[in-house]
């Protein structure tokens, strides 16, 4: 009987050392992605301050359109390409409609929290859309922080998702496969909701701020993403011609294909189709492949955008936290909302997914990146838009506050899915 008592004690007080090296293992794995991420943020805001000034305003153009146009568009390629089937896209449907859920109920948090803060003038919608529009959708820019954090955590031989190249490469293309309906929704809700007041402009009390391109009755016209190509002229020869093209001409401007077909969704997309196709994915993407070269260097090139991005990250946010209309009650209030309040209302809806049977059997990385969508800073991409839209100094100073809050955020969401997950 002694010794059955002793050898329980033994086991429970081994259960202990256990499970207190694995909240240790937790916080280890949580903290130190992010911290890899500041590191590097740092050093770019380092780069683009005036004491240094190596890496001013137009650097970081050029470098923001060095990784949209080449360096992410390649990671996404070759990542998703390999690691996507026929199969297994029907199989990841939950992870586009994820994202628009999370921008649904996002948004609807943010409405909640703007009515009871009431931002002053005219930065009402422009609450719910920093409240709603999360790092998911990483379109572009500096939206990636999932990819960046998913990277470095793979990276640590610990990660409790086993092999580092089958975690990363799985991880990647989660993320990358909720892309295309993350397009969608920046380049049509976010861009509509920021749209100016009637007055014009955000800075209403400048009086002397013209107003640009006014349309006949005097409004603002809308600003596109991208310059759009004027509708092909009616053929006077042949009208049924003619009026075919001014009905893609229409769809054209309605739907703004211009502004969704961007680099990372083509990339995408040409990765969805070939690797779905068993023909061409051995014929690209597999390590004997003919043309493996090309799928070879797409890995070069996106494994180079990493430390970019989060280059131009540091360096983006170096005058955020210059002056802001918004004041300091709505600020702090759009960084509880979007850090504090959106990520529980994600875990219901994954955790809701799973009992239902939505999600993958087994499949832990699945969940994570579905749980660590929902726990992302604000996008600066929808930061970007913002400041296309004329709010642009707004959204700098809270794109700067959320990502420095969220460094202790995500390390406690972080450590919270681990141990829900394991």
Excluded at 155 to 169: A, H, I, L, V
Aim: proline share 6%; aromatic share 10%.
């Amino acid at each position: 009987m002694e010794r059955l008592l002793s050898v329980v004690t033994m086991a429970d007080q081994a259960g202990a050392v256990v499970g207190g090296e694995s909240l240790l293992g937790s916080i280890k794995i949580a903290v130190l992605p992010i911290a890899k991420v500041f590191t590097m943020c740092f050093l770019g805001f380092l780069m683009a301050s005036k004491y240094v000034n190596i890496l001013p305003a137009h650097g970081r153009k050029l470098l923001n359109g060095l990784v949209f146009s080449l360096l992410l568009p390649c990671l996404i390629f070759s990542q998703l390409g390999q690691a996507i089937t026929l199969e297994k896209m029907l199989q990841w449907w939950f992870i586009p409609v994820n994202v628009v859920l999370g921008s649904i109920s996002g948004s609807l948090i943010g409405f909640i929290v703007a009515s009871l803060v009431r931002p002053p003038y005219p930065f009402f919608k422009f609450t719910i859309i920093q409240i709603g529009i999360v790092s998911a959708l990483n379109t572009g820019n500096i939206g990636n922080v999932p990819l960046v954090l998913i990277a470095a955590l793979c990276r640590d031989k610990s990660n409790p998702f086993g092999d580092s190249e089958k975690c990363s490469t799985d991880g990647t293309a989660y993320i990358s496969f909720g892309q295309w309906v993350g397009a969608i929704i920046l380049y049509t809700y976010v861009f509509n909701m920021l749209s100016p007041p009637p007055e014009g402009t955000f800075d209403i009390e400048d009086e002397n701020l013209p107003i640009k391109n006014l349309t006949k009755d005097g409004t603002p016209d809308q600003v596109p993403l991208l310059t759009q190509e004027e509708a092909a002229s009616t053929n006077s020869n042949d009208l049924h011609k003619g009026k075919i093209k001014d009905f893609f001409a229409f769809l054209y401007e309605k739907l703004k294909l211009k502004q969704i077909l961007q680099p990372p969704i083509i990339a995408s997309i040409l990765a969805m189709v070939l690797g779905a196709v068993p023909f061409l994915k051995r014929l690209i993407f597999a390590a004997d492949a003919p043309l493996f070269f090309f799928t070879d260097s797409c890995i070069i090139l996106g494994e180079a955008m990493i430390p970019c991005i989060l280059l131009a990250l540091g360096g983006n946010l170096v005058d955020g936290p210059g002056s802001s209309k918004l004041g300091l009650r709505t600020t702090a209030a759009i960084i509880f909302g979007r850090l504090v309040l959106v990520p529980p209302v994600g875990l219901g809806i994954v955790t809701l997914a799973d009992y239902l049977g939505f999600l993958p059997a087994g499949d832990k990385m699945f969940r994570f990146v579905l749980l660590l969508q929902h726990s992302m800073p604000t996008s600066v991409l929808a930061g970007a838009v913002a400041n296309l839209r004329g709010c642009g100094r707004e959204a700098a100073a809270v794109l700067f506050w959320v990502h420095i809050f969220a460094i202790f955020s995500m390390a406690g969401w972080i450590v919270l899915y681990l141990n829900i997950l394991f």
